[in-house]
T-cell receptor, first 111, second 118 residues
């Protein structure tokens, strides 16, 4: 079973910030929080990851709470091309990374 | 895309026939994975490999076998296909992020193979 809980769907207006929450209350100290997204029937695509500090890259920002039990992925200026299923996954990065996908959040960006 | 290709991209086969799906990578990554995805669900890990001839089972390995005789190729075989194995199959590799710093990894996924067992 997935170790994360996400809302099944969200909507956001184009140009606004999309904030996708994820609960991972049983996360262990050496597990990272990773976000992937899947557009249509393509293979999932890596977005961002973090351990305990907030992270930002060219695609998104990741905010992890101090107790690490939840996180939020932020797409600062959502576009129609950001419509996808977003997966929050926690795992240990040493060795084989056996990802356990939940059902993710289906994000729809509306014009 | 980390140089990952999958073949075939689409296949229709009959129940009871053997099927082999191929995943090919061009960058000599150590770890390779096979996932399946069914409608309305996330991906589930079937098998993975941590080197040539080194493989292990994932979450849903029953009915599947794998082989890795070369670094670049990871084969998934359905010995006797069943309708429950109709799915989209994704191959993935682990690639390092930020080489030279604390190394973390991301997985790159192939384009997928849509398999229909009739």
């Amino acid at each position: 079973d997935a170790k994360t809980t996400q809302p099944p769907s969200m909507d956001c207006a184009e140009g606004r910030a999309a904030n996708l929450p994820c609960n991972h209350s049983t996360i262990s100290g050496n597990e990272y929080v990773y976000w992937y997204r899947q557009i249509h029937s393509q293979g999932p695509q890596y977005i961002i990851h973090g351990l305990k500090n907030n992270e930002t890259n060219e695609m998104a920002s990741l905010i992890i709470t101090e107790d690490r039990k939840s996180s939020t992925l932020i797409l600062p200026h959502a576009t129609l091309r950001d419509t996808a299923v977003y997966y929050c996954i926690v795992y240990i990065i040493q060795g084989a990374q056996k990802l356990v996908f939940g059902q993710g959040t289906r994000l729809t960006i509306n014009p | 895309d980390a140089g990952i290709t999958q073949s075939p991209r689409h296949k229709v086969t009959e129940t009871g026939t053997p099927v082999t799906l191929r995943c090919h990578q061009t960058e000599n990554h150590r770890y390779m994975y096979w996932y399946r995805q069914d409608p309305g669900h996330g991906l589930r890990l079937i098998h993975y490999s941590y080197g040539v001839k080194d493989t292990d089972k994932g979450e849903v390995s029953d009915g599947y076998s794998v082989s890795r005789s070369k670094t670049e190729d990871f084969l998934l075989t359905l010995e006797s296909a069943t309708s429950s194995q109709t799915s989209v199959y994704f191959c993935a590799i682990s690639a390092p992020l930020n080489p030279g710093q604390v190394i973390t990894y991301e997985q790159y996924f192939g384009p997928g193979t849509r398999l229909t067992v009739t």
